[in-house]
């Protein structure tokens, strides 16, 4: 794309490291490193916008959002500039780091800010999807990235429209389970072990957070009596708010429960052990949902 | 800053108030976004708008905001939260410079701002970069939120701090035009150096009951003093 479109930049807050030196090597006129300062990056970001630049910024887990959310809201989103926030690590990525690399308040804090479109690709061909869909789409976009090699969890590539959901399987109508980022695959696990005991699962992935299609979003409950939305983010803001309020604005008949991270987390473990120690595994997902289901 | 202003949008700044978005222009960012009010009577007097649309500055319904906007013809970029000016200059200088453009950057900061971390990121990048299309001039009254500078955080041996970090530092009287002129013409002052000029300036200058007074950051004045502020300042009526 960046062969293609002269206006792409790109710029790193001093990471990435053997990840974007092909970029760097290729277009080393269209490339920064700004050192590890995110409130300029994201300024100087701005500044390259205004004068016509589409333009991505680089970083892990909250550097390139919170560490600047001032420069993302005053001069980002008020100016409408072309900025695209990407943020490798998102959630538990980085588990054993530590609670400074944890991601896992970002989608609420994007999705706050004005005129900021927050994505989560559930893989790398979703992940190809949203990067073309940020360039075509004018102003503020925030890409939350996984980074441990995540399964596919698509067998074709999709066609991601923005704010749409995609459907995973046509499975039949007893519950919905909704996912975003590389969590969907723990997701589509569980809908396997559900259906080994008798049960049928429908999986949503949300590639958007921010906006989400109403209209799509309840087209894919049809016929279904519980929602079970699991992401890997703390309750408040997240996926699972995001949902709520459109049930909740549809005053649906409808059964509904999140899995979600804790506020706190003093430990740390690889992201599949930390998973499984907060529920967020297929297994787990699997056993919530069949509470759900039978809860009255 | 009214001089600094003044000497800017009259005889340094290559804008177009018919072509605000005319490519080639100057860009001008005022980082110290409280100071709205002065900016907008410099681009009307320039001639960006109406001089009329000053009257209902800071009213409700207005374009003209209480800290600038860019909603405003002639505004490149809105401020008001201190130290967003200089980062965002640093990416217009570096798309011209990269493209080989000739135009500059102007940002006008205050001194009290400069407690603003990122504002020294964008001092080691403007120089690492060898953005010598940057002119950032600080507006240095030696006043900011609670009282002076050198009580509330001391930022002395300030020119030096700046050559520190690899600008060229020229300092001057913020109030006289014949030397604010002289000196931003001669910009870059060096080659490959981002330009600094550290303009020592007093609040309020030119009206007696204001000069150096930190309660006129908060205040406006009543009619009476209005007018006994305009007639310190010669306009005639």
Known sequence: MARQDERIWLLTGDLGYSVLEPFAKEFPSRFVNTGVAEQNMTGVATGLSLSGKIVFTYSIANFPTMRCLEQVRNDVCYHKANVKIVAVGGGLCYGTAGFSHHATEDLAIMRALPGMVVAAPSDALEAAQITRLAITTPGPFYIRLGKNNEPIVHANPPELHLGEPVCLNQNGGEIVLVSTGSLVSEVLQAAEVLKSLGIEARVLSMPFVKPIDYKKFLQFLDGCRSVLVVEEHTAFGGLGSAIAEILAEAALNIKFARIYLPEFMNFIGSQKDLRQKLGLDASSIATRAMTLLTKN | ?237
């Not at chain 2, 509330?152 to 050559?163: D, H, I, S, T, Y």
């Open chain 2, 1 to 237: 800053m009214a001089d600094i202003l003044a000497v800017l949008y009259m005889d340094v700044l290559r804008v177009d108030p018919k072509r605000p978005d005319w490519t080639e222009r100057d860009r001008f960012i005022l980082s110290k976004g409280h100071a709205a009010a002065g900016l907008y009577a410099a681009l009307a007097l320039r001639g960006f708008f109406p001089m009329a649309w000053l009257e209902r500055f800071c009213q409700a319904g207005s374009l003209l905001l209480g800290h600038v906007s860019h909603h405003v013809p002639g505004v490149e970029l809105s401020t008001g939260s201190l130290g967003h000016g200089l980062p965002v200059c640093c990416g217009m200088a570096l798309a011209d410079k990269r493209e080989k453009k000739s135009h500059r950057v102007f940002v006008v900061l205050s001194d009290g701002e400069c407690d603003e971390g990122s504002n020294w990121e964008a001092a080691l990048f403007a120089a690492h970069h060898k953005l010598d299309n940057i002119v950032a001039i600080v507006d240095a009254n030696r006043l900011q939120g609670f009282g002076r500078v050198d009580e509330v955080l001391e930022l002395e041996p300030f020119a030096e701090k700046w050559r520190a970090f690899r600008w060229a530092v020229r300092e001057v009287d913020g109030h006289d035009h014949r030397a604010l002129w002289t000196l931003l013409n001669q910009v870059p002052f060096e080659p490959d150096h981002p330009s600094l000029v550290l303009a020592h300036t007093i609040k309020g200058k030119g009206v007696s009951f204001m000069e150096d007074q930190l309660a006129w950051h908060y205040k406006s004045p009543n009619p009476e003093q209005l007018s006994q502020a305009l007639k310190q300042l010669g306009e005639k009526h």
